[in-house]
């Protein structure tokens, strides 16, 4: 008899979008184009699988129909549909994809994470339709997928993992039939009326007997983990997802950990806003509420702010906090800033031409977001939390256990941890003129806006590489305990090639070289990496090579490196009288920088008073921790000069 094995009905292959146009064609504002496919074996529970391309292999009818959805995380309803999929074609051995993104708010947004580098993953989903044994090797057989139909691409944050069993639902599977023939089936996947000869069967091997108990054992622990942990993370619809497809514990701990980063601001919305309406947001202003601060005195300027002194008493209400001057709500903070008034900045005339199209986007909370450069390298920011919180953290893992047949096994399943968030209050200034304070056109206001966003990014920024943990302050990774240590002297070293390996070297160790990985220093050690060749006799090949940035980013042992002069040049180390620099490399979207809703900001006019200004002080709740301090490695003592 032909062999049969039961597969998914759905199945899934993971990749990594990289943007790519054709040669001689404009891509539009919206479209991305990728290779979403290929023949590359990929490990499924039933064995090896090579996605077949070759001519009649691929059935594009309906993924190339021009209807075929762009979804999220293979989500199924209408509101996980961010776009469609425009053109599909087989070339060199991949499958490729051009995909427009729809005009929807949260189309939108992930088109905006897309292109700047944030997510980064695809998964293609599609139906096996028919296979051919190819061979086998130390046990493992290897099955060509002679006939399949992709059904949709989805941008997902964690690759589906094959080897976990994506889809083993049982009521979801189908059996298919092996070809043990070598020759490229030709028949429609639909019975032809004719009928084709069986296909010779293949032999199989001896198999030791299954301990059916143990399977039903590790599912029902399976089951009951995945269930308590979405219980807890109030995500009981992704626990049964994760159920029915076959995750792994490890697998759904991840995807608990990155959904509730990525919806955080949702979640937290409904209790940190006050309830302002549009025209509300789009009337508030940032300037009345310095200005009455600046002049307590002034009856006029305290008219003026009237609406503003009742936002902040809402916000001090719904928050029970007392303003040190005035509290600004989450519904301004992200309430996009091109609507402070009622000028039209699309035409000139109207405001246009006053207006910066780089602030014209975004809110308060997105430039203080893309104004981190941990943030840029794929740091994990979660926006108007509400008390403390925990997120879950896998501590252990699932072991093996030998012993004679009847022995039991041992307990030696996954344990958790958490990792704790409280808020603790992050200060910044900006030193404004009177004269300037008095201005009331669209661009004073957003430069007010941007400028305060632009200083708490700084320190933010600086704390979570450099902060001490002592007081009030969050520890940063310098100063994590755990992170892997490269060392360059008793008295620092100038940074070498090996130093650069050594860094990557301490992450992967450790299992933890996946993810948003890259390199961060500063300006100069980043001049002298320029200047420093790999090796002896290299004839010039420097660290860091010769190349135009992408998107400001260069690139250091095939990986993104990022310069930013927030990483400290001002290092001491032993008995070196020259200052040393920071180093650091990891998968930054571990580290997870939380914010709390809501700023306050005061006016201090005494320390510029002489010259005519005021300092505006704005304060922050934030917090910053290490998912795993093992994910991150510095070099503290590299010299430069």
Same mark, same amino acid.
């Given at each position: 008899m032909p062999k049969t094995i039961d597969v998914p009905e759905r199945v899934f292959r993971s990749g990594e979008i990289t943007h790519a146009t054709?040669?001689?064609?404009?891509?539009?504002?919206? #479209?991305? /184009?990728?290779?979403?496919?290929?023949?590359?074996?990929?490990?499924? $529970?039933?064995?090896? %699988? +090579?996605?077949?391309?070759?001519?009649?292999?691929?059935?594009?009818?309906?993924?190339?129909?021009?209807?075929?959805?762009?979804l999220v995380d293979h989500k199924r309803d209408v509101d996980s549909q961010i776009g469609i999929i425009t053109r599909v074609w087989i070339e060199n051995g991949k499958g490729r994809a051009r995909v427009r993104f729809g005009k929807a708010r949260r189309a939108v947004e992930i088109l905006e994470r897309v292109q700047d580098g944030e997510l980064k993953n695809i998964s293609v989903g599609?139906?096996?339709?028919?296979?051919?044994? #190819?061979? /086998?090797?130390?046990?493992?057989?290897?099955?060509?997928?002679?006939? $399949?139909?992709?059904? %949709? +691409?989805?941008?997902v944050t964690i690759p589906a993992d094959p080897t976990v069993g994506i889809g083993r639902n049982a009521q979801s599977n189908k059996s298919i039939e092996i070809n043990g023939d070598q020759s490229m089936p030709n028949e429609n996947p639909v019975p032809a009326p004719e009928p084709v000869p069986?296909?010779?069967?293949?032999?199989?091997?001896?198999?030791?007997?299954?301990?059916?108990?143990?399977?039903?054992?590790?599912?029902?622990?399976r089951v009951a983990t995945i269930t308590a942990i979405g219980s807890r993370f109030n995500m009981g619809d992704r626990a049964n997802e994760a159920i029915a497809g076959g995750t792994s514990v490890a697998a759904f701990n991840q995807l608990v950990i990155t959904e509730l980063g990525e919806r955080?601001?949702?979640?937290?919305?409904?209790?940190?806003?006050?309830?302002?309406?549009?025209?509300?947001?789009?009337n508030y202003s940032f300037l009345r509420a310095i200005r009455a601060l600046a002049n307590p005195t002034d009856r006029r300027a305290q008219e003026e702010a009237s609406f503003e002194f009742e936002v902040s008493e809402a916000e001090s209400g719904r928050s029970g906090r007392t303003a040190?001057?005035?509290?600004?709500?989450?519904?301004?903070?992200?309430?996009?800033m091109n609507g402070t008034r009622e000028q039209s900045v699309a035409t000139a005339t109207a405001g246009g031409n006053v207006v910066a199209n780089t602030l014209m986007s975004g809110s308060f909370i997105e430039i203080l977001r893309n104004k981190m450069m941990v943030r840029k390298l794929g740091a994990t920011v979660m926006n108007d939390m509400a008390g403390t919180f925990d997120l879950p953290?896998?501590?252990?893992?699932?072991?093996i256990f030998w012993g004679s047949e009847g022995d039991d096994a041992a307990e030696t399943g996954y344990t958790f941890d958490q990792v704790s968030f409280a808020p603790t209050t992050a200060s910044a200034y900006i030193d404004l003129t009177r004269r300037f304070i008095i201005q009331s056109s669209i661009a004073a206001e957003s430069f007010t806006r941007t400028e305060l966003a632009t200083a708490m990014a700084l320190g933010i920024d600086y704390a979570a590489l450099h902060g001490s943990g002592t007081g009030d302050e969050p520890t940063g990774i310098a100063n994590m305990t755990g992170i892997g240590a490269v060392v360059g002297g008793t008295n620092g070293a100038a940074p070498t090639w090996s130093d650069i390996v050594n860094l990557e070297t301490e992450v992967s160790v450790d299992n933890a070289d996946i993810g948003s990985l890259g390199y961060l220093t500063n300006a100069k050690v980043r001049g002298k990496l320029k200047e420093t060749e790999k090796a002896a006799g290299t004839n010039g090949i420097f660290i860091w090579p010769e190349g135009r940035n992408t998107?400001?980013?260069?690139?250091l042992n095939g990986y993104r490196a990022g310069v930013s002069n927030q990483v400290s040049s001002t290092l001491s180390k032993g008995s070196s009288t020259n200052v040393a620099s920071a180093m650091f490399f990891g998968n930054w979207a571990d580290l997870i920088i939380a914010t709390w809703s809501g700023v306050d900001i005061l006016i201090d006019p005494y320390t510029k008073g002489l010259a005519g200004g005021l300092r505006v002080i704005i304060h922050q709740d934030v917090d910053v921790k290490a998912r795993r301090p093992e994910s991150f490695s510095a070099m503290l003592d590299a010299l430069t000069a």
């Open positions: 054709r040669e001689g064609e404009a891509e539009a504002s919206n #479209e991305i /184009e990728f290779s979403f496919s290929s023949e590359e074996p990929y490990r499924r $529970w039933w064995g090896t %699988e +090579i996605l077949g391309h070759r001519d009649g292999e691929v059935d594009t009818g309906f993924v190339g129909s021009g209807n075929a959805p762009l599609y139906e096996i339709l028919r296979m051919r044994l #190819e061979g /086998e090797e130390e046990g493992e057989e290897t099955y060509r997928v002679t006939s $399949w139909k992709p059904h %949709e +691409i989805s941008i069986a296909a010779p069967a293949v032999e199989t091997r001896s198999e030791p007997p299954v301990n059916a108990d143990e399977i039903r054992r590790a599912e029902r622990e955080a601001p949702e979640v937290a919305s409904a209790r940190t806003e006050v309830g302002l309406t549009p025209r509300e947001k789009k040190k001057g005035i509290l600004i709500p989450s519904d301004i903070l992200s309430a996009p953290r896998q501590s252990g893992s699932a072991g998107d400001g980013f260069g690139s």
